[in-house]
């Protein structure tokens, strides 16, 4: 596993009541979204999902990378503009209400993802209190799939029945209401979609060819150019192998094939997790290590509570143990004594688990354990009032990397 040195040097400096926290490497996460972006062709504008993670020293690093942010909320919204102003936003999910339109037509989103028909006449409604300002739109489509198209993907937001976006027919009829009186306030730029998360680098090629093509031909029936298509993020992140990553310089080269084909689009995508998930770790402390009919456990500080992501989606956190030879107690150090150890927290609730029966040998209390993989949506998807423990540390590390 990929423990940056300045991550290994906080973890196991931090004294145990620091702990746990947060431990985010920037440098590396410049290094990475530096990455992708070079995999990328130029027509293909990245932008990241702020919900992925919005905590600011993260949405700055990330300024240099990206070409803007997608934000899904009003608060997002709101929240991205203070932390890197100036940067482009596009303003999408379900239900906007009435004063988050009115804020962002104030706040001049670059573009707007229209989820429904009434989010247009919401958004010609606050315009008309703006007579100098204008909208860019992208409509939101839930285009039809092939059967098997989303096989064994992490989730599906489109291609079935969902509150997400508008069916085939839905945006034909909008692309017809701003032929009309609509469209001169709103200017339709093209088409979004985000319909899976969790597809491979081949996957998210044919899904994209899938969308532009279906674009390109709406635009032909109507008469328009096709300017822009964003097929929204998804990209795979394997927690159960820490070392792989999404293949961006074969998801880079399908794309710029789809582009020769389409010589006027720009295409657009918007990864959250899969930009920084890498970047993140959960530092904390073996508290206790208890042998319980037959299995061991170890108890650590914390838990899901703050890192509720292998909770959610039914993973086992991958981890790394920082041993420490020091024990202070006159009383016998518990370890396990099988080769497995299952890692809960201190919350009184069996769902507590960040990783079940994983790989552990000689486990004391007192180790440090730091679990990977916890820089996307990990403590801002947490329930962190539950059981009133003391909330995490935060440190931000950015370090150049040696011989730079
Ligand atoms: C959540 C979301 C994303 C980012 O998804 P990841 O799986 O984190 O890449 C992109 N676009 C939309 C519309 C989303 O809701």
Redesign the pocket.
Known sequence: MTVTAPVRRLAAALAPDDLPAYLYDLAALRAHAAAVRAALPARVELYY?A??NPEPPVLAALRGAVDGY?V?SGGEAAHVAAVVPGARLAF??PGKTPAEIAAAVRAGVHRW?LESEQELHLLADALADHPDAGADVLL?ANLPLDPGALDSVA?T?GGRPTP?GLDPDRVEHCVRLLAGPLGRRIRLRGI?A?LA??LSADRQTALAGHIVDWSAGLARRHGLALDEVNV????AVDYADPGARFDWTAFGTGLAKLLDRHPGLTLRI??????TAYCGWYATQVLDVKHSHGEDFAVVRGGTHHLRTPATRGHDQPFEVLPVEHWPHPWPRPAARTGRATLAGQLCTPKDVLAHRAPAPGLRAGDRVLFAMAG??AWNISHHDFLMHPRPGFHHLDEAPPGS
Do not use: D, I
């Not at 929204?232 to 990209?235: K, L, T, V």
């Not at 918007?270 to 930009?275: D, F, M, S, T, V």
């Open positions: 999902a919900k992925a997608e899904a999408g999910g993802h939101r989730l937001m997400f979004h985000h998360s969790g929204g993020g998804g990209m918007e990864p959250g997790r899969a930009l996307a949506y």
